[in-house]
């Protein structure tokens, strides 16, 4: 089974420090996403991949940075974490669109806190 | 991108079928229908995808209208593990190098009582 594996299911970090948040993926996919998911705003698209080092921007990437140096790694920063941007995380990855309606597979998210 | 429209929330009892409806009326022709599903403090899972015509798998079936304007994931028989927020996603076919935005919307919140 493909397996994407988020680092920390829960995170508590202060206001204005610098977060990593890590997803891998371990079935070679070329195709990676990072979401956020908010009560009643559904899942927000912050950033996505579809290369080592190729990003490109999602719906709400304000206040985010991305980073894929290897192909089955997609890490989501926050270069000065802020109270708005506690929420929980989600990583997804999916393969290279071949026309099939490739499925995408998510980890089990990150719950982060920012005091 | 095109978006999809869904109720927010469904009520069904156990045991009953339960049809889910999605609208997507910009799709375009090359445009996969895609349903995923949340268990609570779960990410996403896949539930089943279909292009024109319907499909079914262990979990449920897809039913897609003929102008592909809209679609139906029919659950069979809800059970209690049912409850979950329901997602209805297009994903555009392509073989380009770039990859789909892959948008979702708030689904819907399927409640399943005895």
């Known amino acids: 089974d493909v397996k994407v594996t988020q680092s920390s299911r829960y995170l508590v970090k202060r206001t204005g420090e610098k977060v990593f948040l890590e997803c891998v993926q371990d079935m070679d996919h070329e195709n990676m996403f990072w979401y956020r998911q908010d009560p009643g705003l559904g899942l927000r698209l912050i950033y996505f991949?579809?290369?080592?080092?190729?990003?490109e921007k999602g719906d709400i990437p304000e206040g985010y940075s991305v980073s894929r140096e290897k192909k089955e790694r997609f890490s989501l920063i926050l270069e000065s974490a802020s109270t708005n941007q506690t929420s929980m995380y989600l990583c997804?990855?999916?393969?290279?669109?071949?026309?099939?309606?490739?499925?995408?597979?998510f980890g089990s998210g990150t719950q982060l806190s920012v005091l | 991108d095109a978006k999809t429209t869904q109720p927010n929330s469904m009520e069904s009892n156990e045991e009953e079928p339960v049809h889910l409806p999605c609208n997507h009326s910009?799709?375009?022709?090359?445009?996969?229908i895609h349903w995923y599903r949340q268990l609570p403090s779960q990410g996403p899972e896949y539930v089943i995808h279909g292009l024109t015509s319907n499909v079914n798998n262990r979990m449920a079936s897809l039913a897609i209208a003929e102008d592909r304007k809209s679609s139906t994931l029919i659950l069979h028989r809800a059970t209690l593990r049912d409850a979950a927020v329901y997602y209805c996603?297009?994903?555009?076919?392509?073989?380009?190098?770039?990859?789909?935005?892959?948008?979702f919307g708030t689904g819907t919140r399927l409640q399943v009582t005895l």
């Open positions: 997804a990855s999916t393969p290279r669109d071949r026309g099939r309606g490739e499925k995408l597979f």
């Open positions: 910009t799709i375009s022709g090359t445009d996969y």
């Open positions: 991949s579809y290369d080592v080092k190729m990003k």
């Open positions: 996603i297009l994903r555009a076919a392509r073989s380009t190098g770039t990859a789909s935005k892959l948008t």
